[in-house]
């Protein structure tokens, strides 16, 4: 994965921001997780395995970049971070950030009293960047984007492709050679 997005909810009735958003530190960890009827308040216990910081420092959201109008909106402004590899068991997105310039806005979310929520999906949230525990929030629509990883038959093509190309240019230069050589000697 290489970075994120989230959306308006359906009822915004306007782009955001009407003015550019800075946020001094907008930090992003990421890891495997508990299943979501396991989460934790307590945010450390649900953090399985290495926890990896994928991104650091200010974030500047552009004026005008999470469109309205739609039904689900459109998904705005993309977060990238550093490549983080996803093995498909459950996700845990830990989101730590300062205060913030601007105004705020709420992104699409599910309630609490949605089907799957607790079972496919939870939430927890806390008003403080250091904190370690907090509140049952909503879930927040999230999308990821994932670089593409080429597959082994792929990489096994262009690796051959090179030795190929390589072999091939070896022969052209002998074949040069031999003419030279052949001309030299007539």
Do not use: C
Not at 72 to 84: K, L, W
Request: glycine letters at 12%.
């Amino acid at each position: 994965m290489t970075g994120l997005e989230w959306r308006l909810p359906s009822s915004a009735t306007g782009p955001w921001p009407a003015a550019e958003v800075s946020f001094t530190a907008f930090d992003i960890y990421l890891s495997g997780s508990v299943d979501p009827a396991d989460r934790s308040l307590t945010f450390a216990n649900n953090i399985v395995g290495p926890q990896t910081q994928v991104r650091s420092g200010a974030l500047v959201i552009p004026v005008d970049s999470f469109p309205s109008g739609g039904s689900p909106n459109d998904f705005g402004f993309f977060i990238g971070f550093n490549p983080y590899l996803y093995s498909g068991s459950n996700l845990l997105l830990e989101l730590r950030h300062t205060g913030f310039t601007g105004t705020s806005r709420s992104v699409d979310a599910i309630g609490t009293a949605i089907p799957g929520y607790g079972t496919l999906f939870s939430a927890a949230w806390t008003g403080s960047y250091a904190g370690l525990s907090g509140s049952q929030g909503n879930f927040s629509v999230t999308r990821f984007t994932a670089a593409p990883i080429p597959e082994p038959g792929s990489i096994l093509l262009l690796a051959t492709g090179s030795v190929v190309g390589a072999w091939g240019l070896r022969s052209v230069r002998r074949i040069r050679r031999k003419r030279r050589s052949a001309k030299k000697v007539a």
